[in-house]
């Protein structure tokens, strides 16, 4: 079923203009002429949104019906699962919070959201041929973030999803008639090999189309034996086949000539302000480790805390997604545009602060479903975190277990410790390491953007957040949207913690008590043999 039938779609956007430009090569330094307003640029347009159910996808595709109201229509590509079809995923998509404010304040914009039936892992990316043709006649702008983020993936998948997906998108786009920007969504850590790292395209060793080659014909357990070659330094096969990606942006680009951009977030956080102050869908990565430490059930991670950490809100993330595409099409260039979009350089935190910060507002403002008093140690001995690993995570969660069973309930949590113990070591790169992220281009898209006429409704300049007051927002948002935990419940969790608390300090200083007399014992064990 094709939902864009029903619509009658505007198109009045100067295509005069965009033809002669489409017609030109899209010529270096070349300004649209729709104005300073990023509204204004965005009016009427017809956008492709790719990866809208996922995180970073849902917050895109809010804000851009919040504050671009005179956007004519996204279509957003949803492939169908084994048990949802794509009618069912798109309407789980819009049942999300995510778009409760929009709901409430602009419910007709919901109207504007139109799927289409297509899976970036399929050739001619899995796309019906009345809907191809009506993307390749109708779209103005494309924001391609769909992904697997998974760092374990095998690498078959993810060249498959990361690295050719992109492939076909480009292709597709590389047909429409009526385009004016596209966003290609990377990571700050695709070249996480190097150190430091400029806003440009550095080039692998193994050109992307060998590596897709080799997982197109060679069988799994051969492309098993060589992944840890072909990815060399990289920590795991997303951050390498997002690199690869970049290449293809690069020569497809050219090949088409293409009005592409390439926007490279780091750690993807919390909201800091939009929709809502710590808005946050999903519990990977850093989130997970937030979510945990604020249960108290994570006591040693391993971290060089003296390092920098670089987490970036989804809401500057999304607005400068936005930014890019406009400013992209606003002055174009000959080279591709890459925008580091980061915070370390220019608005730096420790993970010594970072996670002084978590402490102090997962006491603040605990949950009902505090485990134990939060309270943690980085460190970067991974025997001894191994050590800790197995007394104070493993045999608790075990305990807890035995207890449920006695209970008649199903036991989970050395499951839930095992599953974190294996997300935590994927992480580990990233909290042993650090990188120095060139951003002038992310410096001039700042000034660009203040210059507008909306730049209120658009933040973009990271040093504008407060890291207290945003690990605050982040805390209540894991309350709230991960553990569905209301705050009428806070006083009641404040009276948990200070039970804890004090349970926590009369084992602590039983422990040391015992451990002085084991000490005590084993000199005077010592002194007697010696006599």
């Given at each position: 079923?094709?939902?864009?039938?029903?619509?009658?779609?505007?198109?009045?956007?100067?295509?005069?203009?965009?033809?002669?430009?489409?017609n030109?090569?899209?010529?270096?330094?070349?300004?649209?002429?729709?104005?300073?307003?990023?509204n204004?640029?965005?009016?009427?347009t017809?956008?492709?949104?790719?990866?809208?159910?996922?995180?970073?996808?849902?917050?895109?595709?809010?804000?851009?019906?919040?504050?671009?109201?005179?956007?004519?229509?996204?279509?957003?590509?949803i492939?169908?699962?084994?048990?949802?079809?794509?009618?069912?995923?798109?309407?789980?998509?819009l049942?999300?919070?995510?778009?409760?404010?929009?709901?409430?304040?602009?419910?007709?914009?919901?109207?504007?959201?139109?799927?289409?039936?297509?899976?970036?892992?399929?050739?001619?990316?899995?796309?019906?041929?009345?809907?191809?043709?009506?993307?390749?006649?109708?779209?103005?702008?494309?924001?391609?973030?769909?992904?697997?983020?998974?760092?374990?993936?095998?690498l078959?998948?993810?060249?498959?999803l990361?690295?050719?997906?992109?492939?076909?998108?480009?292709?597709?786009?590389?047909?429409?008639?009526?385009?004016?920007?596209?966003?290609?969504?990377?990571?700050?850590?695709?070249?996480?090999?190097?150190?430091?790292?400029?806003?440009?395209?550095?080039?692998?060793?193994?050109?992307?189309?060998?590596?897709?080659?080799?997982?197109?014909?060679?069988?799994?357990e051969?492309?098993?034996?060589?992944?840890?070659?072909?990815?060399?330094?990289?920590?795991?096969?997303?951050?390498?086949?997002?690199?690869?990606?970049?290449?293809?942006?690069?020569?497809?680009?050219?090949?088409?000539?293409?009005?592409?951009?390439i926007?490279?977030?780091?750690?993807?956080?919390?909201?800091?302000?939009?929709?809502?102050?710590?808005?946050?869908?999903?519990?990977?990565?850093?989130?997970?480790?937030?979510t945990?430490?604020?249960?108290?059930?994570?006591?040693?991670?391993?971290?060089?805390?003296?390092?920098?950490?670089?987490?970036?809100?989804?809401?500057?993330?999304?607005?400068?997604?936005?930014?890019?595409?406009?400013?992209?099409?606003?002055?174009?260039?000959?080279?591709?545009?890459?925008?580091?979009?980061?915070?370390?350089?220019?608005?730096?935190?420790?993970?010594?602060?970072?996670?002084?910060?978590?402490?102090?507002?997962?006491?603040?403002?605990?949950?009902?479903?505090?485990?134990?008093?939060?309270?943690?140690?980085?460190?970067?001995?991974?025997?001894?975190?191994?050590?800790?690993?197995?007394?104070?995570?493993?045999?608790?969660?075990?305990?807890?277990?035995l207890?449920?069973?006695?209970?008649?309930?199903?036991?989970?949590?050395?499951?839930?410790?095992?599953?974190?113990?294996?997300?935590?070591?994927?992480?580990?790169?990233?909290a042993?390491?650090?990188?120095?992220?060139?951003?002038?281009?992310?410096?001039?898209?700042?000034?660009?953007?203040?210059?507008?006429?909306?730049?209120?409704?658009?933040?973009?300049?990271?040093?504008n957040?407060?890291?207290?007051?945003?690990?605050?927002?982040?805390?209540?948002?894991?309350?709230?949207?991960?553990?569905?935990?209301?705050?009428?419940?806070?006083?009641?969790?404040?009276?948990?913690?200070?039970?804890?608390?004090?349970?926590?300090?009369?084992?602590?200083?039983?422990?040391?008590?015992?451990?002085?007399?084991?000490?005590?014992?084993?000199?005077?064990?010592?002194?007697?043999?010696?006599?």
């Amino acid at each position: 079923m094709n939902f864009y039938s029903c619509v009658e779609l505007e198109t009045d956007i100067k295509m005069s203009t965009t033809n002669a430009q489409t017609n030109s090569g899209h010529a270096h330094d070349k300004v649209h002429p729709r104005g300073d307003s990023i509204n204004v640029f965005f009016a009427k347009t017809v956008i492709l949104l790719t990866g809208a159910t996922g995180f970073l996808g849902k917050a895109l595709l809010e804000k851009l019906l919040r504050s671009c109201p005179l956007v004519a229509t996204i279509f957003v590509l949803i492939r169908p699962k084994k048990d949802q079809s794509v009618e069912q995923r798109f309407q789980e998509l819009l049942n999300n919070p995510v778009f409760d404010r929009i709901r409430s304040e602009f419910p007709g914009t919901m109207n504007k959201i139109f799927p289409v039936k297509g899976d970036v892992g399929l050739p001619d990316l899995g796309l019906q041929p009345e809907d191809r043709d009506m993307l390749i006649q109708r779209v103005n702008i494309v924001f391609h973030s769909a992904a697997t983020v998974r760092f374990n993936e095998s690498l078959k998948i993810a060249v498959n999803l990361n690295t050719m997906g992109t492939d076909r998108m480009l292709d597709l786009c590389g047909r429409m008639t009526n385009l004016i920007s596209v966003i290609h969504v990377s990571t700050a850590y695709s070249n996480a090999d190097r150190r430091e790292i400029e806003e440009s395209i550095y080039i692998t060793e193994v050109k992307p189309y060998t590596v897709v080659d080799m997982c197109e014909n060679l069988d799994d357990e051969t492309i098993g034996l060589i992944e840890r070659r072909l990815i060399g330094k990289h920590p795991n096969t997303y951050t390498f086949t997002k690199r690869l990606a970049e290449q293809i942006v690069m020569s497809k680009g050219s090949q088409y000539r293409l009005p592409i951009a390439i926007v490279r977030p780091s750690i993807v956080g919390a909201a800091y302000q939009e929709p809502f102050p710590g808005w946050i869908d999903n519990v990977s990565g850093i989130t997970g480790l937030m979510t945990e430490v604020g249960r108290g059930t994570v006591r040693s991670i391993v971290c060089n805390a003296k390092l920098v950490i670089d987490v970036v809100p989804v809401d500057f993330v999304v607005n400068t997604l936005i930014c890019a595409s406009w400013h992209n099409a606003m002055q174009r260039t000959d080279t591709i545009k890459i925008y580091n979009c980061t915070s370390s350089t220019v608005h730096p935190i420790t993970w010594s602060e970072f996670g002084y910060l978590v402490k102090k507002h997962a006491i603040k403002s605990p949950s009902k479903y505090v485990m134990w008093y939060p309270g943690f140690t980085f460190r970067k001995n991974k025997f001894i975190h191994a050590m800790i690993v197995a007394t104070l995570h493993i045999l608790p969660a075990f305990i807890v277990d035995l207890i449920l069973r006695v209970q008649g309930c199903k036991p989970i949590m050395v499951k839930v410790a095992k599953r974190f113990d294996r997300a935590a070591k994927t992480g580990e790169f990233f909290a042993m390491n650090e990188w120095k992220f060139y951003s002038s281009n992310m410096t001039k898209l700042v000034k660009f953007v203040r210059a507008s006429e909306d730049c209120d409704n658009f933040e973009v300049d990271i040093r504008n957040v407060d890291w207290d007051m945003y690990l605050h927002r982040y805390m209540l948002g894991i309350r709230k949207y991960i553990l569905k935990d209301n705050l009428d419940t806070l006083n009641n969790a404040r009276n948990r913690l200070s039970r804890l608390y004090w349970i926590h300090k009369f084992i602590k200083t039983l422990s040391i008590i015992f451990a002085l007399l084991g000490l005590y014992k084993t000199c005077n064990y010592i002194k007697h043999i010696c006599n």
